[in-house]
């Protein structure tokens, strides 16, 4: 827990948060951690078949205020299923989200994306610039939108969702801003920061709608068009966080003379089971 909260402390989150530990004795022996986004049922199961002592998930189990943790709730049974098999449940959430690295850098980084700098940056810490929500990178070379999209599609991991894109599949691309899990509150720092695409999750219509108006209106009276919309899953979009986690918690033990195995989950937990495709797609 010391180590975990050096990468992203808990001061870190947002007032609204509930990071920390859940259930677990503090003082119990950690041999196996299990990296996961969702602390679903399915994940303890996950757990529990690893024998892990810790399970770490990027989202809260109780984020909204419960009375009772009783078993006959499926967020108590997932309580009491962690506690009797004695596997703790730790949660980093919008501190990681502000981390660097953090759960936009892993973004990020599986784009190929270089010279990261947040899209907001963490107020509270002002001596630590690299810190805050979203990033904004740059590729190499400028690409197709439609052929960024693809880069996306192949780096995230598979979801019924896929990838939906708005914007010019033909114009090029290169200055790409993303957020990890739902940013479509970071629209007035993606246009601010000149990306020409931004990466997320959980896109609203009415919000995705005005931001391409804005762009088609600044594109039409400036030449300047503004960012075109790639929307992923929003488990997708955070998955890749997990292992650069959970190898930084491996190594940082490791040089305390500790040894942990970790592990990260398999279980897609994306709640999208299927789609069905528009008539004539």
């Known amino acids: 827990m010391a180590v975990l909260e050096t990468f992203q402390p808990e001061a870190w989150a947002q007032d609204w948060d509930a990071v920390g530990l859940v259930c677990g004795h503090p003082d119990r022996p950690v041999r196996t951690v299990l990296f996961a986004v969702d602390p679903v049922d399915d994940v303890v199961e996950e757990a529990l078949a690893l024998d892990a002592d810790l399970l770490v998930t990027h989202h809260p189990l109780l984020l909204r205020p419960v009375t009772s943790v009783a078993a006959t709730t499926a967020k108590g049974r997932v309580v009491h299923r962690l506690v009797e098999a004695g596997c703790a449940l730790l949660v980093a959430h919008t501190n990681a989200d502000a981390a660097a690295p953090g759960v936009s850098d892993a973004l990020a980084r599986i784009l190929d994306l270089d010279d990261l700098v947040p899209l907001q940056p ?4 002002p001596d630590r610039p690299e810190l805050g929500l979203g990033r904004v990178g740059s590729l190499a070379l400028p690409e197709r939108l439609a052929d960024f999209a693809e880069r996306v599609a192949e ?17 090029l691309v290169q200055r790409v801003a993303v ?13 601010a ?16 709608s005005e931001a391409r108006e804005s762009a088609r209106f600044t594109g039409g009276t400036t030449g300047i068009e503004g960012p075109a919309l790639v929307d992923v899953a929003h488990w997708a979009s955070e998955w890749p966080w997990l292992a650069g986690c959970a190898d930084r918690l491996v190594a940082a ?9 970790a592990h990260v989950s398999t279980t897609r937990t994306d709640p999208w089971s299927m789609r069905v495709p528009s008539r004539g797609e």
């Open 122 to 125: 963490l107020a509270s810490v």
């Open 155 to 171: 780096a995230l991991p598979e979801t019924e969702q896929g990838i939906r894109v708005a914007g010019d599949p033909d114009r």
């Open 179 to 191: 957020c990890g899990g739902s940013g479509d509150s970071l629209f007035a720092e993606v246009r």
């Open 193 to 208: 920061s000149g990306a020409d695409v931004f990466v997320t999750a959980d896109l609203r219509h009415h919000p995705a």
């Open 253 to 261: 033990l490791a040089a305390r003379g500790r040894t942990v195995v």
